[in-house]
């Protein structure tokens, strides 16, 4: 970890190259897909196909799904990748989700299971056409979706998301507790951004609006792609120009300030849980703590 940024965030570790241009090449797909050396990740509901303990990605069975549940995802000097979205009855597999095997994958896997999962997700609620209600059906090996009835194209979405770490004058941490969390629970402020805003904007009116306090300098560290079902978390450090909290929204039930032996006695202690290594949250947290945390939610 460096004070600079964050780096090797779990679910941002994108190696495999997204060979875009080949999406539309119809002819070299068909063949990319029937070839014996082709990888496939396996979709169900959010949640992939995984095998062995601890659990990786199960990507040699090639199901036997139509076109427009399959999608490209990318190449790299092994093999040609793909998503298949399958039925789990039918697949023996195991199934788990990103937030149980997104931490042990792999930087390859890590990444294939993110684009995977957030392609399917799109593709899953994005049956009709926002502009006249036709029928849409998927275009560019997955990347696209195009109206039947009135041929526009839509592409998959992504929802910024702006979490941060707010730190006041004398290097305390804030974090914040939801309503629906249990007691000791508590994490980094976060909101999604607003049409219009700019990220920096957002990063201000989401503290404020939360727990009252105003941000002075607000600084980009990294981010990564938060697929529950498709947002983009954007993680940033957001100096406090004033320390005492108002909760106003409804949403924060509670927030404190902790100091860095405060943090450390109180995960130790039990009395706090803070996310899991997954998560942005935690690294945030660690970045301003200066090294990694105890865990004890994971
Ligand atoms: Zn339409």
Redesign the pocket.
Known sequence: MTRDGLTDLSLARAVVDRDALRRTDEDWLRQAWASPRTRVVRVHDGRVAVTGEPPRLDLDEHPDVAEDRRFFLGTDEDAAYFAAVVDAEEDEATFQGLRSVGAVLGARDAGLVVHAVSLANWHATHTH?P??G?PTTPRAAGHVRR?A??A?EHYPRTDPAVIMSVVDADDRLLLGRQSSWSAGRFSTLAGFVEPGESLEAAVRREVHEEVGITIGEVRYLGSQPWPFPSSLMLGFRAEAASTEVTLHDGEIAEARWFTRPGILEAIRSGELGVAPTISIARRLIEHWYGGELPTNTD
């Open positions: 056409c502009r006249c036709g109206c009835r009135d526009s």
